[in-house]
T-cell receptor
Framework: DAKTTQPTSMDCAEGRAANLPCNHS???????VYWYRQIHSQGPQYIIH???NNETNEMASLIITEDRKSSTLILPHATLRDTAVYYC?????????????FGTGTRLTVIP | EAGVAQSPRYKIIEKRQSVAFWCNPI?????LYWYQQILGQGPKLLIQ????????DSQLPKDRFSAERLKGVDSTLKIQPAKLEDSAVYLC??????????????FGPGTRLTVT
């Protein structure tokens, strides 16, 4: 699986958009980009995933560059409850072994 | 929909003792995972089951760790004997096996193990 690089930590003002970058320069054509987050003392929570098109759901938007070497997770209006560690994971999706390889992620702190 | 249940939430044991963790996945989820998360690190996969069969246990320290999922539903993870470096949060996750919507894993709250 391709490796990912994320900033160790970021701050964001409450109500503003939080833009979390991820570099995955060695991504291959059949690898998806997944984002999970982990709020303190909880298990990780799925946010969104994409292959090459931009994606949006009720939680966030995922912007993937045309060359797929990097992506950005956007939380449009950050709240205090969005304070968490955000993991960017690149993985081939398959029906069999589909475990996730987590790095150390980005610790996002939303400031009142 | 009920989430992934785990128990106990916290456990403190002395080194060389044994400990067991229990996981009940979301109903209908055929795939079950156990992860170990050491403080300050991301979760690391220990073992993956599909129904009651093991798909991947390459990262499981088999000299002391064991896991089973006898009826393809609940699972237990055991450590015997425990070492200090086993102090971590043990996370259970499950995933719906088939279909285009089977991308995400659902995680339980974890069991925090402290080995003294």
């Amino acid at each position: 699986d391709a490796k990912t690089t994320q900033p160790t930590s970021m701050d964001c003002a409450e109500g503003r958009a939080a833009n979390l970058p991820c570099n995955h320069s060695t991504i291959s054509g059949n690898e998806y980009v997944y984002w999970y987050r982990q709020i303190h003392s909880q298990g990780p929570q799925y946010i969104i995933h994409g292959l090459k098109n931009n994606e949006t759901n009720e939680m966030a938007s995922l912007i993937i560059t045309e060359d797929r070497k990097s992506s950005t997770l956007i939380l449009p209006h950050a709240t205090l409850r969005d304070t968490a560690v955000y993991y960017c994971i690149v993985r081939v999706w398959q029906t069999g072994a589909n475990n996730l390889f987590f790095g150390t992620g980005t610790r996002l702190t939303v400031i009142p | 929909e009920a989430g992934v249940a785990q128990s106990p939430r916290y456990k403190i044991i002395e080194k060389r003792q044994s400990v067991a963790f229990w996981c009940n996945p979301i109903s209908g989820h055929a795939t079950l995972y156990w992860y170990q998360q050491i403080l300050g690190q991301g979760p690391k996969l220990l073992i993956q089951f599909q129904n009651n069969g093991v798909v991947d246990d390459s990262q499981l320290p088999k000299d002391r760790f064991s896991a089973e999922r006898l009826k393809g539903v609940d699972s237990t993870l055991k450590i015997q004997p425990a070492k200090l470096e086993d102090s971590a949060v043990y996370l259970c996750a499950s995933r719906l096996l088939a279909g285009a919507l089977a991308y995400e894993q659902y995680f339980g709250p974890g069991t925090r193990l402290t080995v003294t």
